[in-house]
C-alpha cells in the first residue's frame, strides 16, 4: 500500500536510498547510476527512482527543501519501506575559512535551529549525529583528499534573514557549512532506528560570495560527493 507522499508499492525501494533536495537532481542521479533505473514514486512531483548500480538495488528518493519536508520522506521510507540507509547528497553554504566552494563536507553532526531536536526526546536536546558505519565508509573512501572535510553542519529553517552574528559563532565554533535538511534526517534516522548520513558540496560561500557555483555548475561540481554518499549507502 503507498504512503500519503510515496506512492510505491512495498518492496519498491532498495535498503539503501541516496536523497538529493532536488527532484531533477534526483532524475539525474538515476539516470546516472542504474542503468535499469525505474519511477517507484511520483507524488507532488517529488520522484523516486529504484534499480541497481554495480549489481547492488539502490534507490534515489528527492527530500525536497527543508526539514519539514526530508522528515516526512525519511519517515516514510524507514518506517514503511523497509530502508535501512538514506544517505543525504546534496549542497551547502560554506560558514568558516577552512572550507572553500568546490569542497565536500561530510556531516559528522548537525546544529539545528529546528525544533525537531526538541521532539524526539522530550526534555532533551539531542544530538543529530550521523551513524558511525555510514561516516567511516564515507571517509574511507574519501581517504586523504584535502578538499573532503568531516565536520559538524548547521540545518537552519530559514535559508533567508539568519542573523549575522549567529553565523560567525557557528564558524567560531567549528561548524562548517550551512543547509537545511541533515539535522531532521539524523534526529529521523535516530527515531526509527534507521542510519543516516549527509555528504555535501559547498555551493556557494557565505564570506566570499565571488566564489559561489553558478546553477549550471552546482548540477555538474558534485560528483565527488556523490561518489562518497555511493560507498557509504553501499558500503
Ligand atoms: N544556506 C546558505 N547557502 C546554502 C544553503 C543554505 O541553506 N544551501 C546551499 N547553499
Redesign the pocket.
Known amino acids: 500500500m503507498a504512503t500519503p507522499h510515496i506512492s510505491a508499492q512495498p518492496g519498491d525501494f532498495a535498503p539503501a536510498v541516496l536523497m538529493p533536495g532536488d527532484p531533477r537532481r534526483a532524475e539525474r542521479i538515476a539516470g546516472q547510476l542504474m542503468p535499469d533505473a525505474r519511477k517507484v514514486s511520483d507524488v507532488r512531483g517529488i520522484v523516486g527512482y529504484t534499480g541497481t548500480h554495480e549489481g547492488r538495488p539502490l534507490s534515489v528518493m528527492a527530500s525536497g527543501m527543508g526539514q519539514p519536508s526530508l522528515s516526512i520522506y525519511a519517515t516514510e521510507l524507514y518506517s514503511f519501506y523497509g530502508v535501512e540507509r538514506i544517505v543525504r547528497v546534496?549542497?551547502?553554504?560554506g560558514l568558516s575559512p577552512k572550507v572553500a566552494v568546490g569542497d565536500v563536507v561530510i556531516a559528522i553532526g548537525a546544529h539545528t535551529d529546528s525544533a525537531i531536536v526538541d521532539s524526539i526526546c522530550p526534555g532533551v536536546r539531542i544530538s543529530a549525529t550521523a551513524s558511525w558505519n555510514l561516516l567511516k565508509a564515507a571517509a574511507d573512501a574519501a581517504g586523504e583528499d584535502p578538499s573532503v572535510k568531516i565536520a559538524p553542519v548547521v540545518s537552519?529553517d530559514r535559508?533567508y534573514g539568519n542573523p549575522a552574528e549567529q553565523t560567525e559563532r557557528l564558524a567560531g565554533i567549528g561548524t562548517l557549512g550551512?543547509?537545511?535538511e541533515a539535522a531532521a534526517l539524523y534526529c529521523i534516522a535516530a527515531e526509527l532506528d534507521g542510519q543516516a548520513l549527509a555528504v555535501l558540496t559547498v555551493?556557494?560561500h557565505?564570506l566570499d560570495p565571488s566564489q559561489n557555483m553558478s546553477a549550471a555548475d552546482r548540477e555538474t561540481r558534485f560528483g565527488k560527493a556523490l561518489a562518497l554518499a555511493v560507498s557509504a549507502a553501499l558500503s
Open positions: 546534496g549542497t551547502c553554504g537552519r535559508f550551512v543547509e537545511m555551493s556557494d557565505l
